[in-house]
């Protein structure tokens, strides 16, 4: 089973995931968690690229490209492995990510990214989505104390983007929940912690249950 998660900066993603798997290990079950961009040593290559704030001059067509490339790797040799092997997979981002960001945020059009997606998955799509929804005026300052208290490279490229360029993309993530409201299950981010990550766990164990799994 592959299940993923979306949201605007800051909106807490991580922590539910993490959250998530060990609540999930704790039922006996094999989980492999997993990030995008990034996931295995030739996409987390590509991530640095993306993440990088003194990439400013990249244009939305080579990020678009990128991300792509580093999913398509990640995929080929991290995802398919891991469902092959029966594990439940649980990614923070996929091809939602790219809609929401380079298709609303940037203006590129939805056909062509639809195609370059589609090209970049092979036929691979989440049995579960959760959108954790976060106000921007909540999310962004979040993410922005985040890589200010962090030891490693700042990765904030997209952090440094207008709010009007967030709005977006929240409004992009809600749009592609209405299209696809079997797979996209919204939660509310401004939940305290473990409310969320209790709802969440009850979501993810019950589409377990009714024995869903990965379309490959």
């Known amino acids: 089973m592959f299940i993923t998660f ?55 067509s080579t990020e678009l490209l990128l991300y792509c490339a580093a999913r398509s790797q ?4 991290i995802i398919q492995p891991a469902l092959q092997s029966g594990a439940l997979v649980l990614c923070d981002r996929f091809s939602d990510a790219t ?9 590129i059009e939805r ?8 090209f970049a998955v092979q036929g691979l799509k989440p049995d579960l989505t959760i959108l954790i929804d976060t106000d921007i005026n909540i999310g962004l300052p979040r993410a922005k104390s985040r890589i200010n208290a962090s030891q490693g490279p700042r990765e904030e490229r997209f952090e440094l983007e ?3 360029f967030h709005q977006r993309v929240r409004d992009g ?44």
């Not at 990640?74 to 040799?77: D, F, M, N, S, V």
């Not at 919204?186 to 766990?201: S, Y």
């Open 6 to 60: 979306e949201g605007i900066e800051g909106c807490g993603k991580t922590t539910q995931i993490k959250l998530l798997a060990a609540h999930l290990l704790q039922h006996d079950l094999q989980v492999v968690l997993t990030r995008e961009p990034g996931g295995c040593p030739i996409a987390d290559q590509i991530r640095a690229i993306l993440l990088d704030a003194d990439n400013s001059a990249m244009h939305p």
């Open 111 to 118: 056909s062509k990214i639809d195609l370059l997606n589609s």
């Open 162 to 164: 207008s709010n009007a």
């Open 173 to 216: 993530y809600l749009q592609l929940a209405q299209e696809d409201p079997q797979r996209v299950v919204v939660v509310n981010g401004a939940a305290t912690i473990d409310a969320l990550a209790e709802e969440i766990a009850a979501n993810v164990l019950a589409r377990i249950k009714a024995g869903s799994h990965a379309v490959c």
């Open 74 to 77: 990640h995929i080929a040799q």
């Open 99 to 107: 809609l929401a960001y380079q298709h609303f945020g940037r203006g």
